[in-house]
Nanobody
Framework: QVQLVESGGGLVQAGGSLRLSCAASGRTFSTYGMGWFRQAPGKERDIVAAINWNGGSTYYADSVKGRFTISRDNPKNMVYLQMNMLKPEDTAVYYC?????????????????WGQGTQVTVSS
């Protein structure tokens, strides 16, 4: 079992940066593919970025390509999302999630462990 705790959200002006962190419990962290998702009010939860078990492969939603970077540190059981050039449309609750698929997984239904979420608000 994996428990996930996100941190690093907050209020930032458009064009600014934030770094989200996700701390994972469990000795099998390195066997999970990891992802960041977000959900804005009244909208579905969408994939933002995903990373395979060793960080060698990544996936990004078109809306964040070139602005966001996902990374992981397996010895520390951490996953990060560096968000640059933030836009008001990036405002959402951001969730960290773990998938038993070790590759890059962009499909939310396969993720079986979720954090509680962290709010990101980008003002114009």
């Amino acid at each position: 079992q994996v428990q996930l705790v996100e941190s690093g959200g907050g209020l930032v002006q458009a064009g600014g940066s934030l770094r989200l962190s996700c701390a994972a419990s469990g000795r099998t962290f390195s066997t999970y593919g990891m992802g960041w998702f977000r959900q804005a009010p009244g909208k579905e939860r969408d994939i933002v970025a995903a990373i395979n078990w060793n960080g060698g492969s990544t996936y990004y939603a078109d809306s964040v390509k070139g602005r966001f970077t996902i990374s992981r540190d397996n010895p520390k059981n951490m996953v990060y999302l560096q968000m640059n050039m933030l836009k008001p449309e990036d405002t959402a609750v951001y969730y960290c999630a773990a998938s038993p698929y070790v590759g890059v997984d962009a499909h939310a239904p396969r993720y079986n462990y979720w954090g509680q979420g962290t709010q990101v608000t980008v003002s114009s």
